[in-house]
């Protein structure tokens, strides 16, 4: 499917941030898009906006029926819905663990099996699975979010072989840290205030992530790079985009002693050893 090709699109969490970012990029490139919120009643500009929750499986499969009885099919999706939860791992309850498992992983498979069919019979379709940099960094204190990223990071790397026979092309896109209400919106477990050992270190750690988010690179740096990634005949299985100095330090990984790595994460969010 060549760039220039007007694509029917479906992307999630479109209500604000990267979503919204690729939603109004899309759209103003001539493709038909469909964004999502879990908000009945959002607009989005240039496209049209279907009310669709993640964690529901009947809010999906309404979803992608309606575009399938609108525009006959759906040739790329844009699985970008999720949230991030904060706190200590020994802090954070299996509830609010599912919690972001339900919406970061199960949401996007979900999403996937709800399309595959169509795209399936067709031969022909594109999955841009939205991950992140702490999908390759296990990030203290966002520990049950780098999980539910890896988890997908996992679940795509397999997703993209069994379909390829298919014609359907599935890749992940790795942010680094984006300007987006997610800073606002972190959900901060129930435990991690006053009380828990560890909220020295988790209100320090928390107070560098959000500046390096404030800091980021734009949303519309990421919409263009869902772009780029449509007009590729074969996507790579992951790419990443954000500030170089992130994408860089998350390269080492593959390449330091696990240890000096670890050693490097810990020392830049103020931890040490005991």
Known sequence: ????????????????????????????????????????????????????????????????????????????????????????????????????????????????????????????????????????????FQGLYSASKFALEGLTESLRQEVAPFGVRVTLLQPGDVRTPITDNRVRVRQAGPGSSYQEYFEAALGIIEKEERAGVTPEAVAEQVLALMGRRVPEVRSTVGHLSQRVLTATKAFLPSKTFEKMVMSYYGLTRG
């Open 1 to 140: 499917m060549p760039s220039t090709e007007a694509k029917v699109v479906l992307v999630t969490g479109a209500s604000s941030g990267i979503g919204q970012a690729c939603a109004r990029l899309l759209s103003a490139r001539g493709h038909t898009v469909y964004g999502t919120s879990r908000k009945p009643g959002t607009t989005l500009e240039g496209g049209r906006m279907l009310e669709l929750d993640v964690t529901r499986d009947e809010s999906v499969r309404r979803a992608v029926d309606t575009v399938l009885a609108e525009s006959g099919r759906i040739d790329v999706v844009v699985n970008n819905a999720g949230f991030a939860l904060a706190g200590a791992i020994e802090d954070t309850s299996l509830e609010e663990a599912q919690r972001q498992f339900d919406t970061n992983f199960f949401g996007v498979l979900r999403v996937c099996k709800a399309v595959l069919p169509d795209m399936r019979a067709r031969g022909s379709g594109l999955i841009i699975q939205v991950s992140s940099l702490g999908g390759v960094v296990g990030l203290p």
